[in-house]
């Protein structure tokens, strides 16, 4: 009887592939809102993880995650969770956390839910689509700290992809809370502050237009950090 035929793993987007590029090698990995399960596949068939835990709240990707797995031959390197977040992952079954593709509000939630992930031995590889200067800013207020930071273009949009562990640094500046905390250097971090710049500028706009008398404050909050970001950058 012809044995199946084991499938090649699928080419993963550029956002997914950047969030694969911070695993480390020889970790046990789990991938938080897995969808079709491609990271860990992926992650699995080249060797550079030996196991994965593929979690999704909903039944129909995760059956998806399943196939693709069972497809690729990985299947029995990987465990499959119907859940919500962190909920059915014990501390023990991973070392790197891939959360990605979602609200930072979202991921601060997953993250609240489950403090094991701010002992100190546990890598969060977070890829938030929104929120995510507020996303920044309590990560450090809660116990985590930046090991890393990269930005990756997808399908026109430019997304900003952190690693964190357990541990303490001093809490961040507004620059950095909007403008990055670990960016220096990334080659698309001119752009990024264009993005940021022009997105302050119009709620500065906004602001502008408002009668409320604490909007004046603000404007001046956001307009000086808009100065800020400028003179970073103009240094490029």
């Not at 546990?122 to 920044?136: A, C, F, G, I, N």
């Amino acid at each position: 009887m012809e044995q199946n035929r084991i499938e090649r793993a699928p080419t993963l987007g550029a956002r997914l592939q950047k969030c694969a590029d911070f695993v480390r090698e020889g970790k046990k990995l789990a991938d938080i809102g897995t969808d079709h399960g491609y990271v860990p596949v992926c992650l699995l068939q080249s060797g550079k993880i030996p196991f994965a835990v593929a979690v999704d709240v909903h039944k129909g990707p995760l059956e998806s995650a399943m196939n693709n797995a069972s497809r690729c031959g990985v299947a029995d390197k990987m465990h499959f969770v119907c859940g919500d977040g962190l909920h059915g992952v014990l501390p023990d079954e991973a070392e790197d956390i891939v959360i990605a593709g979602m609200g930072g509000e979202t991921i601060q939630a997953i993250l609240s839910a489950a403090p094991w992930t701010a002992d100190g031995s546990h890598l969060l590889l977070l890829q938030p689509m929104t929120k995510v200067e507020y996303l920044r800013k309590w990560l450090v207020d809660n116990g985590y700290a930046f090991t890393e930071e990269r930005l990756v273009w997808d399908k026109d949009h430019l997304y900003p992809v952190f690693a964190v562990r357990g541990g303490t640094q001093p809490p961040l500046t507004a620059a950095q809370q909007y403008g990055g905390v670990l960016l220096d250097g990334d080659p698309l971090y001119g752009a990024y502050l264009d993005e940021r710049i022009g997105k302050l500028q119009k709620a500065v706009e906004g602001l502008q237009k408002s009668s409320v008398v604490e909007s004046a404050v603000k404007v001046k909050e956001l307009t000086e950090l808009c100065r800020i970001l400028k003179e970073k950058r103009d240094a490029l």
